[in-house]
C-alpha cells in the first residue's frame, strides 16, 4: 500500500521521549563480554539438539564454549547467573531471560545483509506495473517501479540467511500479523506496554484511513491501513476461503483487503465500511475507530 505517512505496519519512526531511565541495559552489557555470549550460545546449541536433556554440567559448559581459563570461565558464568542461567540438578541451564538473550544474538540483528531486489509473479494493485521484493538494512519491502509500497516489515538477517525472498515474505505475513494483532488490542510488539491508539486520515489515493499506535514505554510507532488488522476475522478467512484463496498463506500484497478504501458511515461515533468482491459476490465489513468489527455482510455484488 502506498507509503502516504513514511511508515506503516511494523515500520517504527520516531515516536515521542521515551522514558530511557527506565530501559533495562544490564543484559545487554552483559553479552558484550565474548565469553559470556559464548555461555549462552553454547546453552542455546545444547538445548538445541537435547531439549529433553538441556543441562549441561560445568566443564562439558565450559568445553563447549571453549574457555581455557576455568577461573575466568567461573567468573563470567557467575555473571550469567541467576537471571540468565540457574544450576539445577541435571546442570545449567538457560532461564526465560536467558533464552531471550540468546534469541537476540542469534537472530543476527547487527548483521549487514542486502538481497534483491527480485520480481515477484504479482502486481501492483494500484498502477498494475510489476512487483518487486527487496531485502536491506533489515527491512524486507514489496514495491512496484512507482514507488508503490506495500505491506513492509523489519526483520532480522537470519530470517532470510538460507532462504528465498519468497520465504522470507511469507515469514513476514506470519509476523506483521502477529504484531497487528497485538497492536489491535492495545499491546506493543516490542515492549508489550500500553499502546494510544488514534485514528488518522492521509493524504494518500487508497488505503488513507490508518490506525496509528503509539507505545507509551519504548515510543514505537505502528502505522498501517484499516484493512490489514481484519485479515484474521473469521468472516474474512471465510469469505476468502470460499473463493480459492488461502488468506494464512497469501502474502498481504496479493490481497485486496489492505488496499480496500473505507467508506466513513459515520463521524460520532466513527464508523467506516470496507467491501471486497470476488467472483461475483461482495464482502462487507463494518468497524469502529480501532478496527473493531462490528459488522459483515455477504452479499451478490448486482444485488445493488
Known sequence: MRDGSGSESGWQTAGEESPAAE?????????????RAAILGAL????????????????EL?????????????????????????????????TFAGMSL???????????????PVSLDGRCGLCDTELTVEYERRVLSVTCENDHRYPRDELPPNAVTGRTLR????????????????VRRGVC???????????????????????????????RVTRSPVGVYLLDEPAVVAF????????????????????????????????LSLSVERDGE???LVVDEYTNLLDSRRTPVDAD
Open 44 to 59: 542455546a546449541a545444547h538445548q538445541a539438539e537435547n531439549p529433553r536433556d538441556r543441562g549441561l554440567g560445568f566443564s
Open 23 to 35: 530501559f533495562a541495559t544490564e543484559p545487554f552489557e552483559l553479552v558484550t563480554e565474548e565469553t
Open 102 to 116: 540468546a534469541g537476540i544474538l542469534r537472530a543476527g540483528v547487527d548483521a549487514e545483509i542486502t538481497r534483491g
Open 167 to 182: 520465504e522470507a515474505i511469507s515469514i513476514q505475513t506470519c509476523r506483521t500479523k502477529h504484531l497487528l494483532d497485538l
Open 282 to 284: 461482495r464482502l462487507t
Open 189 to 219: 510488539p516490542a515492549c508489550f506496554g500500553d499502546v494510544e491508539r488514534e485514528h488518522q486520515v492521509l493524504d494518500a489515493p487508497q488505503a488513507s484511513h490508518v490506525l496509528v499506535a503509539t507505545c507509551t514505554g519504548c515510543g
Open 62 to 94: 565450559r568445553d563447549r564454549a571453549a574457555v581455557d581459563d576455568s577461573g575466568n570461565f567461573n567468573y563470567h558464568l557467575g555473571k550469567l547467573r541467576p537471571a540468565h542461567v540457574r544450576q539445577t540438578e541435571d546442570g545449567y541451564v538457560l
Open 240 to 271: 476468502y476461503h470460499d473463493h480459492g484463496i488461502d488468506v494464512t498463506e497469501t502474502p498481504l500484497w496479493a490481497l485486496d483487503l489492505p488496499i480496500a478504501e473505507p467508506t466513513v458511515r459515520s463521524e460520532d461515533p466513527l464508523r
